[in-house]
């Protein structure tokens, strides 16, 4: 990626780009980074004529709500904290909900590039960002391509991360093992209680889908796996009808008259649509997949078709083989083994994104790294909870899943993982000495999820700082 000039025909001058009150040349993200850099002048004045001099631009909100949380400002001499929301032009409040969303009932700040609609909304105050850039802004703008902003200049260290760094690293290492435990417990416990619910199998059967859809995706997942029962899928006769159900469900069977689909693929295709049409069912609501940023790898023809596979390898009871395996495997490495069976290194569909594209070079439709995610974070939890649930906390299914959770390595890094990171470690690296299990990754999510997240990164409101 061409990191040095992120638009070669921006306008000439600034003033010319303050004369076009029609458009910004700037993407959003881009004026959240000039705000978070604070490359702007010392002191600006709102729309209303008081003058604003930011003494902290807050902590950039990387989740739903403002963009900036907990700021801090002199207006008109008096010091005001809260929430600063960014847009390049002002009738994006309107536009994006944000005057009913009650997320933002704490801004005290609209910082836009164009006043095109003037916002009353309270004690909220309007600053124009393009009347009070520094005067180096173009030298800053090629140095930065805000798709390169580094990710440590976007979460600021908690306040708690100066007692982090004073802490040895093998009581930091006790600390976070031991919050991963909880976090596997709590897991455990909170599938049992839906599995009361909605029965063992079918539960399974969704945490697994919720799982293959991965952040894009997931809730679409979980959709489809219940508007597709197991018992449906159990009660079909054929493997062809299952996939039909399935794909139909899903909205991804091609029309044939309208959209690619491979010679080789096409008598697939004809025979599940003939199953489908057979059944007489269809989809309530067409599934809207989220394909924004998705590397073909991980469309979600190829996640679907290793759904069925695993379901096909569990004999449409997950559950049921999950506990099977409780009582076979006597070791976690013969565990693991079985776990990464249902993975299927010799499915005919690695070679394809959908039915009317290829990928080279094939590969598993389940990538090692994505299948050792749901071990982590669903199979092991629910082996260990079913288990427990069935013959005690003590039983060896509970032992066995927690040795074996103990036992994995680091998984592929998310976003909150990240964030986390950067929160409580200086520096960031040090992650490389105390992070070297799954169990280590789920403490720091734990403690991440339990005071930061939970208290929106408000530090003076946290027991850890003390």
Known sequence: MDCSKENQDLPESLTEQQGNEKSCPFSERFLQVIWNERHLQHNMQTENGEVVRVISPGTWNLSAGPDFKGATMLVGGSLVSGDVEIHRVSSDWHRHGHDSDANYGNV??????????????GTMQTVVLSKYLQSDWEHFL???????????RQVASGECALRWALTDDSC??????????????????????EAVSQGVEQTLYEMMFESLGYKNNRIQFRTLARNVP??????????????????????LLPDMTLEEVRPECRQEVASLWDAWWS???????????????????????????AGYEMLCACNFTPAAWLRSLSHKCTTTKELLTCFSALNKSDSPWRPYRDFGHTIKPAADLLGQSRLLDMVANVLLPYLAGLSELEAGADSPGVELAKKLYLEL????????IKEAVQRFLIPPSREV???????????????????CLALDNNCELCPLKQ
Request: hydrophobic share 40%; aromatic share 10%.
């Open 108 to 121: 005290v700040l609209h910082a836009v590039w164009i006043d095109d609609v003037p916002v009353q909304n």
């Open 142 to 152: 090629w140095e930065l391509e805000d798709a390169c902003y580094p990710y440590s």
């Open 172 to 193: 930091v290492c006790v600390l976070l093992k031991s919050a991963g435990v909880a976090r596997f417990a709590s897991k455990g416990s909170a599938m049992m209680r």
């Open 230 to 251: 197991l018992e449906q899928l159990l009660c079909l006769e054929s493997d062809e009808k299952r996939r039909a159900l399935l794909f139909g469900m899903a909205g």
């Open 279 to 305: 059944m007489g069912l269809r989809p309530s609501k067409k599934t809207t997949w989220n394909l924004a940023g998705m590397r073909p790898y991980n469309s979600p023809f190829r996640r679907l078709m």
């Open 409 to 416: 390595p680091r998984l592929q890094e998310n976003r909150l």
């Open 433 to 451: 000495d105390l992070v070297k299990y799954a169990c280590q990754q789920q403490g720091l999510l734990n403690i991440y999820s339990t005071f």
